[in-house]
């Protein structure tokens, strides 16, 4: 048990670490191309911040939260996803002061208590986006058309994009009102779960991957089918942005997306390629949030989440290779204590001069130690011994092109600067 991490969770070793921090650089990349700036939140936060912002009827809330009592009694949650956090600091910090709109941008572990599998795990992460203070629909194709450039940057062509709407609290309560009638009539089918959900919050029925719910209700109506005028000027005006960008994307009426606080705008981009857990990214717009937080009444927000474990399955069902930068610049080979002692001097040279270096820690052989060169991978090679200090004169061996030079040791430094 002790060298066995606790289920539904991974290390992330050196093997994957440099894959990791390409996507996240790629992601900080893209996000500053379109002026979104870095928001930090804290991992756990009050567990009412998440009852209240993703939803009771949810199934995070419902079944997935890591919630516990800290040792003053206060109910803490692990943080299911991202978005609460950030517009909890958002109101906080009273960043809606500022000039708006505020584009932020977040890259968090989340915990969710599901069943692991692939794509699933109790500890992931998250890539999002949350754009807060204006409810224009420029701004869905903002953060939409962001979210493609960054896939396709990382080497996913083969995308789906859904959008749907899901209206706003005028045209919900009129459809929420047609639905319940619809449901009433179909008791009998309903699963335990859409039974309850049909008087709390019956729009998420739709979203029931129960089949018996799923065959059954095929008829059942649709939101975008009821929405009001504004909440279709809305979804119309942001069609004609990405449209105008080439967004291919479909209107997919059956998105209503886990988490009870999205309005109007709801969208999903899913990889044709991964097989079962196929959405890499899933968002909307959340206008009423902020103020059901707490903060100020009338400021909009959207925001998208990015699974990376999925992404990262993606580009490898893909066979999209991430190159591995690690690369050693010189390997200092050693003859005698003398010698390994003096070669910390040019070790230091060299890596204040940012030529990466290394040497042996295991009182090699001479040929030990070059092949621990090959291993890692160094371009070249020098062997230092009694000679080479009295001399001041070292082989500089290029383990690519397996040439030789002779090189002052004392001009080690500049030559190498030449040469890489
Ligand atoms: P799913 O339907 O697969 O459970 P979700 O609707 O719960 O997804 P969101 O809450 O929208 O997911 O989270 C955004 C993204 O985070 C998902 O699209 C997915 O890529 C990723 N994700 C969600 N849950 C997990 C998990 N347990 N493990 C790994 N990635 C996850
Ligand atoms: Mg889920």
Redesign the pocket.
Known sequence: MLTKAPR?TKDITPKDAYKWNYVEKKFRDICALYGYEEMRTPVFEHTELFKRSVGDTT??VQK?MYSFKDKGERDITLK??GTAGVVRAFIENKLYADTQPTKLFYITP?F?Y?R?QA????Q???FGLEALGSDNPSIDAEVIALSIQFFNEVGLKDLAVSINSVGCPTCRAEYNAKLKEYLDAKVDVLCETCLDRKDKNPMRVIDC?NPTCQENLTDIPYMIDHICDDCSTHFEKLKEYLTEMDVNFVVDKSIV???DYYKKTAF?IISNDIGS?S?????GRYDGLVEQLGGPKGVSGIG????????LLTLENNDIEIENPKSTDIFIATIGDHAKTKSFKLLKELRYNHISADNDHLDRSMKAQFKYSDKINAKFTVVIGEDELNNDSVTLKDMRASEQTTVKLSELVDELKKRL
């Open positions: 539904g199934d995070i997935e299911p996803e989340c969710r599901e692991p794509g699933r795990q109790r992931f992460n998250q991957k997306r886990g988490l999903e857990q959405t890499v990214c899933g968002g998208f989440a990015i699974g990376a474990e999925r992404l």
